[in-house]
């Protein structure tokens, strides 16, 4: 990725990462997109070492490089969102 | 003899203003490329696409200033869809590449599929955008911006099994 670039409301599943900003990237803004299931499991059981992750900042953060917004998992130096565990048990009955 | 040299003279101004108006139209594309098919003028898609073309890209933009529509057909590379990568991406096998052309876009919907490198590689291009495109099974990223690429808009695209564990790229 460059420079000044928007990254916006697009969906990333199943591939080796889902979005990658490079090292060198500079003032670009990703935001409002859905990257989940990167790597897919079929390639994080058969290659466990290859890693990959939703969202991945390679850039330092002096860079510029922003992030709003995102659905994610799994990511490197970028944000996601916060879920729970595990769903909350609920009362048969309630 | 003056009015024959006037009649030659407005049969050539016809000409050229025809040849002028062809060069402004758009232009329709469909079936197989062999090699890299080079866009000089704003162009669509009027069926699917397969590629069979190595060493270089599937499309490639050659003006600045166009667009190039997918009208909801799919651009086909060479790579098996069972087998995903073959093995090792090639970088320059890429199915649209935006070839240093300024001020390009590419309009969905329609999809990029198996090819050895990017599906859509922005190189060396200042503005330019894609929207509503869907890539799948390419080798490297479904939508890449090169280091060179500046005030590129992706917007509402999907990317889904693009990229290898080898490399650091994916989906975009």
Do not use: H, Y
């Amino acid at each position: 990725m460059g420079n000044n670039n928007l990254v916006e409301a697009n969906t990333a599943v199943g591939n080796s990462n889902g979005i990658v900003v490079f090292p060198n990237a500079n003032n670009n803004a990703i935001r409002q997109n859905v990257a989940v299931g990167n790597p897919p499991i079929q390639q994080s059981n058969s290659v466990p070492t290859g890693g990959g992750v939703d969202i991945w900042d390679q850039s330092p953060a002096s860079n510029n490089n922003s992030f709003a917004g995102n659905m994610c998992l799994t990511a490197i130096n970028a944000p996601c969102p916060t879920f729970a565990a595990q769903a909350i048990p609920r009362k048969p009955g309630s | 003899m003056k009015r024959l040299k006037g009649s030659v003279f407005a049969a050539l101004v016809a000409a050229g203003l025809i040849v002028s108006s062809g060069i402004a139209s758009a232009e329709d594309i469909s079936g197989t490329i062999v090699r890299t098919l080079v866009l000089s003028e704003n162009t669509r898609l009027v069926g699917d696409v397969t590629c069979t073309v190595t060493g270089g890209p599937c499309i490639a933009f050659g003006a600045p200033d166009i667009v190039l529509t997918l009208n909801g057909f799919t651009i086909t590379g060479p790579n098996d869809a069972a087998t995903g990568c073959k093995g090792t991406n090639v970088g320059t096998e890429t199915g649209i590449n935006t070839n240093a052309q300024s001020n390009v876009g590419i309009r969905g919907p329609g999809v990029v599929q198996r090819f050895q490198g990017d599906g859509i590689l922005f190189n060396g291009t200042v503005k330019g955008w894609v929207q509503n495109v869907t890539t799948t099974t390419n080798c490297m990223s479904g939508i890449r911006i090169g280091p060179t690429s500046s005030g590129i808009s992706v917007e509402s695209n999907v990317a889904v099994r693009n990229g290898t564990p080898a490399a650091a790229c994916g989906g975009i």
